[in-house]
């Protein structure tokens, strides 16, 4: 049982080794620090609004406005720094409140009128790619010394890797939501609900506050990686992140998290979107593909990983009816 | 023994829901050290009251007080916290979370904010070892059978109560020396005052451990009784009451003499389900199925309604070997059936009650023939008339109509293709008397036309009314078959507690 529990994590690490592998063995400097250490810093947007993913559909949500959150985050944050002025920092402090309350109606929304998470965040995406647009239809591009001493910030590792700002930031948060998810009463709530919201409920899981703060928790982290998103860009522009919430759902099924809830890890998705990079590494040093067969490679991916999720639910809830038949 | 304490007490407690009063001015007492059994038919208002008095529903009018204050909880969380825990009829952990998980969830040891999971694992291990339970607490909960999960409900339950502690049907799924452990367990709670409220099925239970006991019937108090001032017989009574008994008489006429078998199960049996099942139906015939939640009614029915399909054994319909693999065959030899869940598997709440009824014989038809419109409307309006469905007009939302006549719409849309056999699995459920006591006697008539029906159903008097015979279920299997005179409540209640 545990070892069926954690298979689909083994699975994609065993299938993250074996690539790099490939590749390393194919290609020269390809199995090298610096590979790796870019890994982390060109998907450290994504990884942060994955860690977010993780966490609401573990709990039996989803989170569609996640992507459009990241170009609202970058063109406000875009556009408070170099119109207005604004310190980079306080224009943060900003951003993330704002990003909190947009999470909170969503949240409050799914719980106290019972609507579908989906068609919620549907509406939120909409809405807050729409604010996006109407801030600033074009790119807006960031001018400022703190901006620079960001990029300049890091150290470097042996073999020319680079640990930067973005990647210092995810560590960090990821170790905090690793925390968060196993090691506090939130984090078990979580898992509760993902469970079974109504036996959760009977139980005496506060379902109103955990919902709340789950679609909390997942707009801050994306109004995070919009930040992170715009250190990597030096701008801000509303059509960023067009998509980038499937790429996080990807990563998260990938990771091993079942799509209804209750189960999952954050580092499987942490494996998800490194399998999801180290696609696209292999295809940008091979040369002669086209950069869409990433996509095709997730694509196939995908298909296998949720077949066989069906077939492990299946077996464990057979092996469940069986325990159950002996009692009657 | 000191004067005990008033813990808990209910003062007429009405709850009711669209078209159903589900508690009609209920009074009950809860003292401090005492096992107080909660008892009726099902359908009685046991469970509502037990989630009403925890927070879970909303009561619609009356006064909870709670160690003298006037009260009510607005959540299952704030009565736990005030020191009232409950294990629910259904088991509801969360199959997901680990065993130690479940055991304290929300209540976990932690130092600094964080959850100290090795110190929760011990707590677990001793906490289950009272229950003789020496399990992996560590692994998730999904790995055991429903006895040890129901066991694991129970000790969560008892690591939770401070004052109360409610325990809804607990013994349904345990054998009898973990039934025995149960009993030690809650004579220990007993004797730290902790309150228990016992609601069970099992006669037998209630006199091994209450001292007083509550009897409930149709939503309301029957009344309060000394668990040793109550002969077994004139609690028996207060459960069932005088309506049913009447109308088993007015329902009792002579069965035809015997017909052609219609259907004929040969030791069926569904993968992961039911096994060994064998049983005839006769032309006109009612047969009932009797035994508890659990115990394999819903699935026979299933598996001859085609929904299930077999691993084992075989129907024969008519004279003919039926090989199902959906209830579009079933229909198509001529087998209906009206399901448990009503509201989710048997009505479509915003059509009209017209459209319900049409469903089944539109579909005969072919869905590129539609029915005209007038047509559909003649036959609405006859079968509204026939079975006294009680609405204004045939083009109201269905979901508008009280429970009783849901399933006369039901129960319509299949007449309508006036098929073989009838399948009704509890179709007097939730629904009041009034109409409880036509669908009895619409069973009987349709039996008269020469229909024959499977009926399940947990009010025993009711089967006994009208079935020609009964088989009795247990732990997905036949326990046995009555009869005759053999066939009277107290009998098959014998046959499904004993075997």
């Not at chain 1, 990884?47 to 039996?60: E, W």
Request: proline share 3%; charged share 15%.
């Amino acid at each position: 049982m545990m070892s069926v529990r954690y298979l689909p994590l083994w699975i994609t690490a065993a299938l993250l080794c074996l690539l790099f592998g490939i590749g390393g063995w194919q290609f020269d400097g390809f199995a090298s620090l610096a590979v790796v250490s870019n890994l982390f810093s060109d998907n450290a947007f994504l990884l942060i609004v994955a860690l977010g993913m993780t966490l609401v559909i573990i709990s039996g949500g989803i989170d569609l406005s996640v992507g459009a959150v990241i170009a609202l985050s970058g063109v406000a944050v875009s556009l408070l720094i170099s119109q207005y002025q604004w310190h980079p920092l306080l224009a943060f402090a900003l951003i993330l409140p704002v990003a909190a309350l947009f999470g909170a109606l969503m949240g409050v929304l799914i719980h106290v009128y019972k609507l579908q998470p989906f068609i919620v965040t549907l509406a939120g995406m909409f809405l807050a790619r729409g604010l996006a647009t109407t801030l600033s239809e074009e790119s807006v591009a960031i001018d400022h010394s703190f901006y620079d001493a960001i990029a300049e910030f890091g150290f470097v590792l042996p073999g020319g890797g680079w640990v930067g700002a973005s990647t210092m930031i995810f560590i960090v948060l990821l170790l905090l939501v690793i925390v968060l998810m196993h090691y506090s009463r939130f984090g078990t709530y979580v898992y509760a609900l993902g469970g079974n919201s109504q036996s959760a409920e009977l139980m005496g899981v506060p379902v109103a506050r955990t919902t709340i703060a789950i679609y909390v928790l997942s707009s801050v982290l994306a109004a995070l990686a919009g930040i992170v998103f715009t250190f990597y860009t030096f701008s801000g522009y509303a059509l960023a992140g067009v998509g980038m919430e499937l790429d996080a759902i990807a990563a998260v099924v990938i990771g091993g998290t079942l799509l209804t809830g209750g189960s999952g890890f954050v580092i499987g998705t942490v494996l998800g979107v490194l399998l999801m990079g180290v696609i696209q590494t292999y295809i940008i040093f091979d040369g002669s593909l086209s950069s869409w067969w990433t996509k095709i490679v997730i694509g196939l991916l995908l298909f296998g990983f949720i077949v066989l999720q069906k077939v492990l639910s299946r077996r464990t809830a057979l092996t469940t009816a069986a325990g159950g038949t002996a009692h009657g | 023994m000191t004067t005990p304490s008033l813990v808990l007490e209910l003062k007429q407690v009405c709850k009711h829901f669209p078209g159903v009063k589900a508690l009609q001015d209920v009074d009950l007492r809860l003292f401090a050290g005492e096992v107080h059994a909660l008892l009726g038919e099902n359908g009685a208002g046991k469970s509502t009251l037990v989630k009403v008095m925890t927070g879970a529903l909303a009561k619609s009018s009356g006064d909870i007080y709670f160690n003298g204050q006037n009260c009510s909880f607005a959540s299952p969380a704030a009565a736990q916290q005030a020191g009232i825990s409950t294990v629910y009829q259904e088991v509801n952990l969360l199959p997901n979370l680990s065993v130690a998980q479940n055991l304290f969830l929300g209540h976990e040891p932690r130092r600094f904010g964080l959850i100290q999971h090795q110190k929760m694992q011990q707590q677990a291990q001793q906490l289950l070892l009272r229950f003789k339970l020496n399990i992996d607490v560590s692994a998730p909960l999904a790995q055991y059978s429903v006895a040890v999960q129901q066991l694991i409900a129970i000790a969560r339950g008892v690591a939770m109560s401070a004052k109360v502690l409610v325990l809804d049907e607990p013994t349904a799924s345990l054998d009898s020396s973990e039934v025995q452990m149960l009993f030690d367990v809650m004579r220990q709670l007993r004797e730290q005052g902790v309150a228990i409220v016992f609601i069970t099925h099992f006669l037998d239970q209630v006199y091994q451990i209450s001292d007083r006991i509550t009897v409930l019937r149709n939503g309301s108090k029957v009344g309060e009784y000394l668990a040793a001032d109550l002969p077994r017989a004139r609690l028996i009574e207060a459960m069932l009451g005088k309506e049913l008994q009447q109308l088993t008489h007015q329902a009792a006429t002579t069965t035809p003499a015997v017909a052609e078998p219609l259907l004929v199960l040969n030791n069926i049996a569904v993968k992961g389900s039911i096994s060994g099942i064998s049983l005839t139906v006769a032309q006109g015939q009612a047969v009932g199925l009797a035994g508890l939640l659990g115990s394999g009614r819903t699935e026979v029915c299933r598996a001859v309604y085609g929904v299930d399909v077999l691993s084992q054994g075989e129907i024969q319909f008519g004279g003919k070997t039926l090989r199902l693999q959906q209830p579009a065959d079933a229909i198509k030899a001529g087998i209906a059936l009206c399901p448990e869940e009503r509201k989710t598997e048997g009505i479509i709440g915003p059509l009209s009650i017209r459209e319900n009824i049409m469903l089944a014989r539109q579909a005969r038809r072919g869905w590129w023939r539609y029915l005209p419109v007038k047509q559909q409307q003649q036959l609405a309006a006859f079968y509204i008339d026939k079975l006294h469905i009680a609405t204004p007009d045939a083009d109201k939302p269905i979901e508008q109509l009280s429970g009783g006549n849901q399933q006369k719409v039901i129960l319509a849309r299949w007449l309508a293709i006036n098929p073989q056999l009838l399948i009704l699995d509890e179709p007097t459920r939730g629904i009041d008397i009034g109409a409880h006591a036509e669908i009895l006697l619409l069973i009987k008539s349709l039996c008269q036309q020469g229909m024959s029906l499977l009926v399940t159903s947990s009010e025993l008097e009711e089967l006994v009314a009208f079935a020609a015979k009964v088989v009795v279920l247990r732990d997905w299997q036949k326990v046995t078959e009555l009869s005759g005179d053999t066939m009277t409540a107290p009998h098959i209640m014998q046959a499904i507690a004993e075997g």
